[in-house]
């Protein structure tokens, strides 16, 4: 377990904000990477409504046709693209870990840590 000044950075610090944790000194790998699209990834499959067209009305059935296919293809495809996401994610903390610590990213990363739950 990584200290960034007296606070600990662990996995769940990544998983709730990889950039930051990747700045404040965590040693992630791409599978940590990983782990955070798949979280992601559920999180926002939890988020939708998925019975929303129960109570559609005629009129409003093309629209709500059209936007359950969407949300079906996007929950059938992200699966099978979110390795994509893992190298972005990836590339995005190799860059956050190489900035220069000013006062003021120092700042934003002790605040957050300070406020994890």
Known sequence: MKYFKQYPVTLRHF????AY??????DF?????????????????KSYNWFFWLDTEIRELPFTAITLFTMI????TTPFIYPVYGVAT???????GKVKHTEIIDRNITGWLMRFK
């Open 15 to 18: 998983l709730d904000r990889p």
């Open 90 to 96: 990836y590339v995005m903390c190799r860059r956050a």
């Open 73 to 76: 293809f996007i929950a059938v």
């Open 29 to 45: 790998n791409f599978f940590d990477c990983m782990a955070f699209t798949a979280h992601k990834y559920v999180e926002c499959m």
């Open 21 to 26: 944790a990747a700045a404040a000194g965590y």
